[in-house]
């Protein structure tokens, strides 16, 4: 519908971080995370990407999303792990979806489906999905029992990145929680703990990485760091979003700019019109503080964002309708970074891109 | 216990009511009903509908776009569609053939509409609204320029290919002095054109608050954006002191339930930590949904009439909920804000804990957020 809107997607950038994440991790597995429309990188075209650069898995968060990379023709072994209660995992079975299971309830559920394996989750500290510790013993048994019927191919948990001390904890606890199992006769092939931020920062977990690495933002060519880009982690950025200059306009000193006039300029200047606001996913706290590229010049937003548009001021620049705004992309290339508006609104870089409404029209190149 | 993840419900027969309510207010004034951003994310396509059922026969899509697919689907035929915010490329032809009716701020603009309607041939005009700029230095000619510019729109509309349907302008709602100041703006522009022979047949500046707050700049036509959906934007002014319904509601599902001790830490990098025993409820929302990071300071959610605070940090698929020792079970109903009726947050009180405002609550529900549509289809 915002025609003029493009999200474009670099699919080589996408394969050359998947085979750099794979290189640094092997012989650990590498798990895909392409939930939340692949970080809004659009998750069809996402998934076909890492899978063609040979990624093992694909993640997604829940059935749905799933579902639909399934009816798109992926195949690459698929985990999904936020289940609705009373979910029948039916879909899963049929879809060859293997679902990570938090309790019993999810593990009869997807045993009398007959989905083709599960995954077992922990919480080993996070509090949100998984099993507790004091769950384990009888959630374990049940497992094991069944395991002839459903094997238990997968544990995992996930970390809080709260400190390397936390985050030793739970792998602490995690190990504990896989010979627990292991003393019921079940080992399962991929034991896995770390996401992005632990694998490249924290690689040990037990010796190794696991045996496979969940990789959600780096896979993007983003860093989970904040004291270190996605170039330094060897990683491309994947993701631009840009708009042409619709209206320029010079306006004289003192006159205010946008809703509520919160930008009034010092000096006679030429503001820029751009069509993008936050019906797009662009957060309105950014307002007054983002900038954005044309060409090789960086530009202040001004004024308030707009549910459709916001204001950049040119200066005396000679920028016209047609221009092409850079809001963030690939930082080598002059633009601003998706961690650079993060910093902006006060954000995360992951909110930055998984915001993105999936109605923009995307451009896989 | 069954249940679902996400979801934004909305309430059609509010929808309506509060259109037909809106439209006998300002009546005979016409009111048109902007749908931009897929009506602020709620589904276009069956807002529309709504609406012309409520007697909304003006809509406005931002963009021309959104226009152009309601036209092919023949949604609304009887109805015009409005949009003005046009691309550099802008399909000019496309908007003469479908009658959808722009808002042009540029000679430049205006002239491509007309040829446009001149190379469709006899019989086809560009429905063309003339924008002033009042203040808000968005789109809009400036009043410097507009003599020349509404000169030039009298001579293609006497040359038969362009009809001047309007006249409007945006205004900042800075402040009262300010918008006062843009609707003076705006009267001395209508001087002028009519002036220059100019006669448009709508007339229009004001959107939500200030249609229902200052009659004397009604003029024709005013832009219902937030009010039809139940959201007054202005300060200190709910839905109810204007006779309006929220018609959004936006929910989830307990997905889990776990009883943490003194002490723990919860979500990504402990920010919240347990000062007591306590019992935690998970609810499938996060910021991909658009339940903003913000919510952690101070949101709330309600079960069952009461309400819990969110804990830990917001993540992009789910949040926590504190419960204390209130008895919450898998499957349990979790709603982030709503009409306000069942003890719930008002998505304007919600706004106002994460730093935003009702529109960009809207706006931002992400599409893995099921809509499910009540009040009956019109």
């Given at each position: 519908?915002t025609q003029d809107i ?6 080589a950038?996408l394969?050359?971080?998947a085979?750099t ?5 092997a ?7 392409v939930?939340?429309n692949?970080?809004?990188h659009g998750?069809v075209?996402?998934a076909?990407a890492f899978?063609a650069?040979?990624v093992?898995?694909l993640g997604?968060?829940d059935l749905?999303e799933?579902?639909e990379l399934?009816?798109?023709?992926v195949?690459?072994p698929l ?22 299971v938090s309790d ?24 949100r ?5 004091g769950e384990?013993?009888?959630?374990f048994a ?12 997968g544990i ?5 990145n709260?400190?390397p ?7 602490a ?6 010979e627990?199992?292991g003393?019921?006769g079940v080992e399962?092939r991929?034991?896995?703990?770390a996401?992005?931020a632990?694998?490249?920062?924290f ?5 190794s990485?696991?045996?496979?690495v969940?990789?959600?933002?780096a ?6 760091f904040?004291?270190r880009?996605?170039a330094?982690l060897?990683l491309?950025?994947a993701?631009?979003?840009?708009a042409p200059?619709t209206?320029?306009?010079r306006?004289?000193a003192?006159?205010g ?6 930008f009034?300029?010092?000096?006679d ?8 606001g936050?019906s797009?996913g662009?957060?309105?706290a950014?307002s007054?503080r983002?900038?954005?590229t044309?060409?090789q010049?960086?530009?202040r937003v ?13 200066g ?6 047609g ?5 963030f ?9 998706a ?6 609104f006060g954000?995360?870089?992951?909110e930055?891109v998984?915001?993105?409404?999936a109605?923009?029209p995307?451009?896989?190149? | 216990?069954?249940?679902y993840l996400r ?5 059609l027969?509010?929808y ?6 809106l439209i006998?207010?300002v009546?005979?004034v016409e009111?048109l009903?902007i749908v931009?951003a ?5 589904g276009v396509?069956?807002?529309v ?10 809509f406005?899509?931002v963009?021309?776009?959104?226009a152009?697919?309601?036209r ?16 550099p490329?802008e399909?000019?032809a ?7 009716d ?5 000679l430049?603009?205006l002239?491509a ?11 086809h ?8 700029d ?14 020349a510019f509404?000169?030039r ?23 009262e ?5 843009a609707?003076?703006?705006f009267r ?5 054109a009519e002036?220059?022979?100019?006669t448009?047949?709508k007339r229009?500046?004001s959107?939500?608050?200030?249609a229902?707050?200052h009659?004397?700049?009604r003029?024709d036509?005013?832009?219902m954006?937030?009010?039809?959906y139940?959201?007054?934007v202005?300060e ?5 002191d204007?006779?309006?319904?929220p018609?959004?509601?936006l929910?989830?599902c307990v997905?889990r339930?776990?009883r943490?001790?003194?002490?723990t830490?919860v ?7 347990a000062?007591?025993d306590?019992t935690?409820?998970l609810v499938?929302?996060?910021?991909a949904?658009?339940?903003s990071r913000r ?7 309600t079960?069952?009439g ?8 917001v993540?992009?698929?789910q949040?926590?909920v504190?419960v204390?020792d ?5 499957g349990?109903?979790v709603?982030?804000f709503g009409p306000g ?6 998505i304007?009180?919600?706004?106002d ?5 009702p ?10 957020v099921?809509r499910v549509?009540?009040?009956g289809?019109?």
């Open positions: 519908m493009r999200v474009t997607v670099d699919t950038a394969r050359h971080n085979e994440l794979r290189a640094a991790v012989p650990a597995a590498v798990m895909a995370v939930k939340a692949a970080y809004g998750a075209e996402s076909r899978a650069a040979g093992d898995w997604v968060a749905d799933a579902v399934r009816e798109a023709g195949t690459t985990l999904a792990w936020l289940h609705a209660p009373g979910e029948t995992f039916e879909r899963a079975a049929a879809h060859d979806v293997t679902p990570a019993l309830v999810q593990l009869e559920a997807a045993a009398a489906a007959g989905v083709r394996a599960v995954h077992l989750c922990v919480d080993t500290g996070l509090s999905n998984g099993a507790v510790a384990w013993p009888e959630f049940r497992a094991a029992e069944l395991s002839g019927r459903v094997p238990v191919e995992m948990t996930h970390l809080s709260a400190s001390e936390e985050d030793g904890a739970q792998v606890a995690f190990l504990s929680a896989v627990m199992l003393r019921l399962p991929l034991r896995h703990v996401a992005s632990a694998a490249l920062h690689t040990d977990v037990g010796g990485p696991g045996d496979m969940r990789f959600g933002l896979m993007y060519g983003l860093s989970p904040a004291d880009t996605g330094q060897g491309r950025p993701l631009t979003l840009r200059v209206t320029v306009k306006v004289p003192g006159e700019v946008s809703y509520g006039y919160v009034r300029p010092e000096r200047t030429t503001i820029a019109v751009v069509p993008v936050y797009d662009v957060d309105r950014a007054d983002a900038s954005v044309i060409g010049r960086t530009y001004r004024g308030r964002i707009a549910m459709n548009a916001l204001v950049i001021d040119v005396d620049d000679p920028v016209e309708v221009d092409d705004v850079v809001l992309g690939d930082p080598a290339l002059g633009h601003q970074g961690a650079d508006w993060a910093r902006a954000g995360i870089t992951y930055v998984a915001s993105l409404a109605r923009l995307r451009s896989w190149t | 216990m069954t249940g979801r934004a419900t909305v309430d027969a509010a309506r009511a509060n259109l037909r309510s006998e207010r009546a005979p009111v009903a931009k897929d009506a602020y994310s709620l396509d069956v807002i509908p709504e609406a012309l059922a409520a007697g909304i026969r003006w406005g899509t963009e021309p776009e959104p152009f697919r309601l092919r689907e023949g949604v609304g035929d009887e109805a015009s569609y409005f949009a003005w915010q046009l691309g490329d399909d000019y496309a908007a003469v053939e479908l009658r959808v722009l808002g042009v701020s540029t430049e603009q002239e509409f007309a040829d446009a309607a001149r190379a469709a041939g006899p019989g005009e560009a429905l063309v609204h003339l924008t002033i009042t203040g808000l230095h968005r789109e809009g000619c400036l009043p410097a320029d507009w003599a509404v000169t729109a009298v001579e293609l509309r006497d040359e038969g290919v362009v009809r001047l349907r309007g006249c409007f302008s945006h205004v900042s709602e800075t402040s002095a300010d918008d006062h100041a609707s003076l703006v001395r522009a209508l001087d002028d002036a220059l022979g100019a448009f047949e229009h500046m959107s939500s608050s200030a229902l707050e009659p004397e700049r003029f036509m005013v832009r954006g937030s009010n039809g139940g959201n007054p202005t200190g002014v709910t839905a109810a204007r006779g309006l319904r018609v959004l509601t929910s989830g997905v339930v776990k943490i001790a003194a002490g830490g979500s990504y990098d402990y920010t919240w930590r000062e007591r306590t935690l409820a499938p929302l996060g910021y949904d658009g339940v919510a952690q300071h101070g949101a709330e959610v079960i069952d009461r309400r819990h605070p969110i804990v830990g940090r993540a992009m698929d949040f926590l504190d204390g209130h008895d919450v079970a898998v349990d109903e709603l982030l009726d069942r003890g719930e947050l008002t304007g009180e919600w706004a804990v994460t730093g935003s405002v529109e960009e609550v809207s706006c931002r529900i992400g599409a893995r099921e549509y009540t009040g289809r019109a």
